[in-house]
């Protein structure tokens, strides 16, 4: 103790000035610093009660009473055989369709985008950044926007639909698949190169096999989620199921928004079910694919 006393007392005003320096979290910061957090503190403070002054919040427990109504009126399903089954039924159908048209468009086309926005692949460095540019500004915009882009050049239906999810995942789906390229092994391609096969016969054999089970997971997960998307692209006029759900909800038909509602979750569910099976056989295949190439080298 009196050793440790000795040393505390020896330390002089340089030394602690040092060790501030040194060390000035410890000191709980500069002046400086100090009066940034506060600064920042603050702004946080009045953005919050400027957030609470400008939107009413008071209106959600005014809406409360109503949303009750509402609420009632969907669990009614008394006029149920009454209903146009068959109309919103094929309206699900055109959403199903919408999407895997959509998706399938984009995986064909960013499979050989993909190649050309790999790093490995495509070594010119201003080629490559074009592509990942292009693959930008798809992805860059919602699908939504594009849905009223594409409803005021081809007219409402599903036709914009279909184009509005071909843009936004062709950007989605080239990325991806350039990074699922990226990271090819390069054993597997000198082995087919060392064969003397030509440069797109090595791209053929070396790396499609490596990649293509991720490839093709991801746009099975990119229908699933645009089976989704595409009912809310109903709403600014794609068809399917979006549209009659919305016209329902602009004639108060809440019973029968409440049962378009069911169906599209009994649709995803079952969508996911299936996906993620699928997605789940074609990872062991490629697994089971690098295991086999390790060996054989």
């Given at each position: ?9 020896a330390?002089?005003?340089?030394d ?10 410890a ?8 009066a940034?957090r506060?600064?920042l503190?603050?702004?946080?403070v ?7 002054w400008?939107f ?10 109503r949303?009750?109504?509402?609420v009632r009126?969907?669990v ?5 055989f ?8 094929t ?8 999407a895997?048209?959509?998706t399938l468009?984009?995986a064909?086309?960013a ?7 790999a ?13 990942r ?8 915009l919602?699908q ?11 007219g409402?239906?599903?036709?914009a639909?279909v184009?509005?999810?071909?843009i936004?995942d062709?950007?989605?789906?080239a990325k991806l ?9 390069n054993?597997?391609?000198d082995?087919v190169?060392a064969?003397?096969?030509?440069p797109?016969?090595?791209i053929r054999?070396g790396?499609?096999p490596q990649v293509?089970?991720?490839?093709v ?9 645009n089976?989704r998307?595409a ?5 600014v006029?794609?068809?399917?199921i979006?549209l ?9 038909a ?7 509602i069911?169906?599209i ?5 079952v969508?996911d079910?299936?996906s993620?099976?699928l997605?789940?056989?074609?990872i ?5 694919h690098?295991l086999n ?5």
């Amino acid at each position: 103790m009196s050793g440790s006393t000795i040393r505390m007392e020896a330390l002089t005003a340089s030394d602690v000035a040092a060790a501030r320096a040194r060390f000035p979290k410890a000191f709980g910061g500069s002046g400086k610093q100090r009066a940034v957090r506060i600064g920042l503190w603050t702004a946080f403070v009045a953005y919050v009660a400027y957030l609470h002054w400008e939107f009413d919040f008071a209106r959600i427990f005014t809406g409360l009473p109503r949303l009750w109504v509402i609420v009632r009126l969907m669990v009614d399903w008394s006029g149920f055989f009454e209903w146009d089954h068959a109309a919103i039924l094929t309206a699900m159908v055109e959403t199903l369709a919408m999407a895997f048209l959509g998706t399938l468009l984009a995986a064909a086309v960013a499979l050989p985008l993909g190649f050309l926005g790999a790093r490995n692949i495509t070594v010119n460095r201003v080629i490559r950044f074009m592509f990942r540019r292009v693959f930008d500004t798809c992805r860059g915009l919602d699908q939504l926007v594009w849905a009223l882009v594409f409803v005021r050049a081809v007219g409402l239906g599903p036709i914009a639909g279909v184009l509005a999810i071909f843009i936004a995942d062709l950007g989605v789906l080239a990325k991806l698949y350039a990074e699922a390229i990226e990271t090819a092994e390069n054993g597997q391609i000198d082995g087919v190169r060392a064969t003397g096969a030509s440069p797109v016969a090595a791209i053929r054999f070396g790396v499609v096999p490596q990649v293509l089970p991720i490839m093709v997971s991801q746009a099975l997960y990119q229908f699933e989620s645009n089976t989704r998307e595409a009912t809310i692209l109903g709403f600014v006029g794609a068809g399917g199921i979006g549209l009659r759900l919305s016209e329902r909800i602009q004639i108060n038909a809440w019973d029968q928004v409440a049962y378009i509602i069911v169906l599209i979750l009994l649709t995803v569910a079952v969508l996911d079910a299936l996906s993620a099976r699928l997605r789940g056989g074609l990872i062991r295949a490629g697994a089971a694919h690098e295991l086999n190439a390790v060996q054989s080298t």
